[in-house]
């Protein structure tokens, strides 16, 4: 089974400050992915990598970086952190084969908290 | 570019009767999969099903989906719905052409009511 993990789980931030969501996998899948959920929007893709040294942005990158400094670990990264970017955030890694993407694993989240 | 819609936010169904959380996509693509994921409350969200294949009936774990291209639609049905049902259920799609990812819809929570 595919394992990813997520940390720290729980965060609370002050406005203003930098926050960084770590993510690891052991699936040795080339992609890894950070979404956001909110009720009403579902998952959405902040930024994704498709390897080391990689990353590209999704469809909601404002306010956000990412760092894929190895095949296992990929970090999203709050510098100036928003009341806006209170969330619960999802890491994923998965595979793409002819092009197409297969399955995703999801980590257990990480809720933000930005007072 | 791509988008999956699913129409219902929230859906509540008693225990026993049918269940199906409707998903139409729009894309230029004709290479489409589509996957349909659940979140239980308190656990990671994971796959369900997914297909490719048009008209071709998916099953697992008691649901069902037929991905129909010529209506660009990946219904979610189950025959009878259990407690143990009630999650939050999205659909996601990939295309050949689409850069390794997934577009998701917005999610249909069902809630199973004794």
């Known amino acids: 089974e595919a394992a990813v993990t997520q940390s720290p789980r729980n965060k609370v931030a002050v406005t203003g400050g930098k926050v960084t969501l770590s993510c690891n996998q052991t699936?040795?899948?080339?992609?890894m992915y950070w979404y956001r959920q909110d009720t009403g929007h579902g998952l959405r893709l902040i930024h994704y990598?498709?390897?080391?040294?990689?990353?590209e942005k999704g469809d909601i990158p404002d306010g956000y970086k990412a760092s894929r400094p190895s095949q296992e670990n990929f970090s999203l990264i709050l510098e100036l952190a928003t009341p806006s970017q209170t969330s619960v955030y999802f890491c994923?890694?998965?595979?793409?084969?002819?092009?197409?993407?297969?399955?995703?694993?999801f980590g257990p989240g990480t809720r933000l908290l930005v007072l | 570019g791509d988008s999956v819609t699913q129409k219902e936010g929230l859906v509540t169904l008693t225990e026993g009767l049918p269940v199906m959380l409707n998903c139409t996509y729009q894309?230029?693509?004709?290479?489409?999969?589509l996957f349909w994921y659940v979140h239980y409350l308190n656990e990671s969200p994971r796959l369900l099903l997914k297909?490719?294949?048009?008209?071709k009936r998916t099953e697992h774990q008691g649901f069902h989906a037929t991905l129909h291209k010529s209506s660009s639609s990946f219904h979610l049905q189950k025959s009878s719905a259990q407690l143990s049902d009630s999650a939050l259920y999205y659909c996601?799609?990939?295309?050949?052409?689409?850069?390794?990812?997934?577009?998701f819809g917005k999610g249909t929570q069902l809630i199973i009511q004794p």
């Open positions: 699936n040795n899948h080339n992609n």
């Open positions: 996601a799609l990939s295309v050949t052409e689409g850069a390794d990812r997934l577009t």
């Open positions: 990598s498709y390897g080391a040294g990689s990353t």
């Open positions: 297909s490719s294949t048009d008209n």
């Open positions: 994923a890694s998965g595979d793409a084969w002819g092009g197409n993407q297969d399955t995703q694993y």
């Open positions: 894309t230029i693509y004709s290479n489409a999969f």
